[in-house]
Antibody, heavy 121, light 105 residues
Framework: QVQLQESGPGLVKPSQTLSLTCTVS??????????WSWIRQPAGKGLEWIGRIYTSGSTNYNPSLKSRVTISVDTSKNQFSLKLSSVTAADTAVYYCAREGSYSNYAIDYWGQGTLVTVSS | IQLTQSPSFLSASVGDRVTITCRASQGISSYLAWYQQKPGKAPKLLIYAASTLQSGVPSRFSGSGSGTEFTLTISSLQPEDFATYYCQQLNSYPLFGGGTKVEIK
């Protein structure tokens, strides 16, 4: 059973860079046809897809966030990471890491539990 | 591509048949998924490829549609089904609909 766990600071100052890591257990991040993704959800609002990375290193980003987002993968640690630069209060949200599988047209079949990141001075 | 879910809020009783609609601003073939989210929890995949039930999901959930109009149907609403439901298009970059909250009548 694949499990994903987000980790990183829960508080980030405005204009700084938000950094989160997702650790994958129960399977190798390098095996299979999967994308590894980040999604966020502001309190009381809907879901926003941020971006994803394939194990080859190829990435796709939400056009509205593309200029500020970097997603990377560390296969040796079975982890992938999110960096979001120049954050503002609008970036305050629960951030989820997730897996998208080719078998499901890349729908998200596994999610982390989510981690709240607050942007505040 | 934009996704519009309707209704945004739905009040229903246990045993009711419930239908949620998701409309895409342009054709996305069958590249659509549905998720259920309960408060404080991560979403759960219910249906992918518009009509394929994810493993372990009860058969009272079904999906249909292709192109620009899709529906999620719960044939007989159960107490554990009160939640928020999201559609997601998978044709280009993934995009979620605005959500439909299903509450107890």
């Amino acid at each position: 059973q694949v499990q994903l766990q987000e980790s990183g600071p829960g508080l980030v100052k405005p204009s700084q860079t938000l950094s989160l890591t997702c650790t994958v257990s129960g399977g190798s991040i390098s095996s299979g046809s999967y994308y590894w993704s980040w999604i966020r959800q502001p309190a009381g609002k809907g879901l926003e897809w941020i971006g994803r990375i394939y194990t080859s290193g190829s990435t796709n980003y939400n056009p509205s966030l593309k200029s500020r987002v970097t997603i990377s993968v560390d296969t040796s640690k079975n982890q992938f990471s999110l960096k979001l630069s120049s954050v503002t209060a609008a970036d305050t949200a629960v951030y989820y890491c997730a897996r998208e599988g080719s078998y499901s047209n890349y729908a998200i079949d596994y999610w982390g539990q989510g981690t709240l990141v607050t942007v505040s001075s | 591509i934009q996704l519009t879910q309707s209704p945004s809020f739905l009040s229903a009783s246990v045993g009711d048949r419930v239908t949620i609609t998701c409309r895409a601003s342009q054709g996305i073939s069958s590249y659509l998924a549905w998720y259920q989210q309960k408060p404080g929890k991560a979403p759960k995949l219910l249906i992918y490829a518009a009509s394929t039930l994810q493993s372990g999901v009860p058969s009272r959930f079904s999906g249909s549609g292709s192109g620009t109009e899709f529906t999620l149907t719960i044939s007989s609403l159960q107490p554990e089904d009160f939640a928020t439901y999201y559609c997601q298009q998978l044709n280009s970059y993934p995009l979620f609909g605005g959500g439909t909250k299903v509450e107890i009548k």
